[in-house]
C-alpha cells in the first residue's frame, strides 16, 4: 500500500501557483519524498525529490515540513500543460530493490485559462 | 533519442497468446524497472534489474509473466497465455546506478508505455 496521502483532485488558475500537498505521517529516516506527475498517455515524468531540506528545480519546489511527515510540491506558475495526475512517493533504497516506487492514486490537477 | 523507448507503443492479443513487450533503456542507466498500470490506476511494481540481473521479481503476479535482460541493456517482458486482466498499460522505466546517486536518490524515467489489450 502507499505511504502517502493526497486530495483526490484540484484545481489551479493558470500564471498562478499550484501548491499540491502530500501527508506521510509514517515515513522513517532514509526515505526520501519523489514527485512525479503522469500527463494523459504518457508515462510518468520524474519531477524533484527531497530528504529533509527544500529543494528547488527548473520544475517546481518542494517543501517538505520538518517533522517530514508532510511535503508540499509547488508549481510557481502553472500553465495548461501541468495538467496531469500528481504522485506523492516516498521511497528508500535497498541494493536489491533500486528504490521501487509504490503509487498511490495522485492528486489530478486541472489548471484552467 | 534520449529517453526511455517502448515497443510497441499498442498491442492486442487473443486470450491464450504470448505476447513480448520491449524496453530500451537510456544509455548507461543501470537500474531498469517494469510496472503494470491498470486503468485509471495508478502503476504497480512488477520486477526490477541491475544490469542484467533481475533482484527483484516480487511484484510479477503470476509464472505467466517473465522479465529478462541478458546483456544488461535491453529488456524485454514476456508474458505467456494472456488473460484479459492482463490488459492494462506496461510501462519501462530505467535510472543511474546506485554509485551515481546524487545525494543518495535518484529519479526513475519512464517510458511512453505499451498498451496491452487482451480480447
Known amino acids: 500500500d502507499a505511504k502517502t496521502t493526497q486530495p483526490t483532485s484540484m484545481d489551479c488558475a493558470e500564471g498562478r501557483a499550484a501548491n499540491l500537498p502530500c501527508n506521510h505521517s509514517?515515513?522513517?529516516?532514509?526515505?526520501?519524498v519523489y514527485w512525479y506527475r503522469q500527463i494523459h498517455s504518457q508515462g510518468p515524468q520524474y519531477i524533484i525529490h527531497g530528504l529533509k531540506n527544500n529543494e528547488t528545480n527548473e520544475m517546481a519546489s518542494l517543501i517538505i515540513t520538518e517533522d517530514r511527515k508532510s511535503s508540499t510540491l509547488i508549481l510557481p506558475h502553472a500553465t495548461l500543460r501541468d495538467t496531469a495526475v500528481y504522485y506523492c512517493i516516498v521511497s528508500f533504497l535497498i541494493y536489491n530493490q533500486g528504490g521501487k516506487l509504490i503509487f498511490g492514486q495522485g492528486t489530478e490537477l486541472s489548471v484552467k485559462p | 533519442g534520449a529517453g526511455v523507448s517502448q515497443s510497441p507503443r499498442y498491442k492486442v492479443a487473443k486470450r491464450g497468446q504470448d505476447v513480448a513487450l520491449r524496453c530500451d533503456p537510456i544509455s548507461g542507466h543501470v537500474s531498469l524497472f517494469w510496472y503494470q498500470q491498470a486503468l485509471g490506476q495508478g502503476p504497480e511494481f512488477l520486477t526490477y534489474?541491475?544490469?542484467?540481473?533481475?533482484?527483484?521479481k516480487s511484484g510479477l503476479p503470476s509464472d505467466r509473466f517473465f522479465a529478462e535482460r541478458p546483456e544488461g541493456s535491453v529488456s524485454t517482458l514476456k508474458i505467456q497465455r494472456t488473460q484479459q486482466e492482463d490488459s492494462a498499460v506496461y510501462l519501462c522505466?530505467?535510472?543511474?546506478?546506485?554509485?551515481?546517486?546524487?545525494?543518495?536518490?535518484?529519479?526513475?524515467?519512464f517510458g511512453p508505455g505499451t498498451r496491452l489489450t487482451v480480447t
Open positions: 522505466a530505467s535510472s543511474l546506478s546506485l554509485s551515481s546517486y546524487r545525494g543518495g536518490a535518484v529519479g526513475q524515467y
Open positions: 509514517t515515513i522513517s529516516g532514509n526515505e526520501y
Open positions: 534489474f541491475q544490469n542484467e540481473a533481475q533482484l527483484d
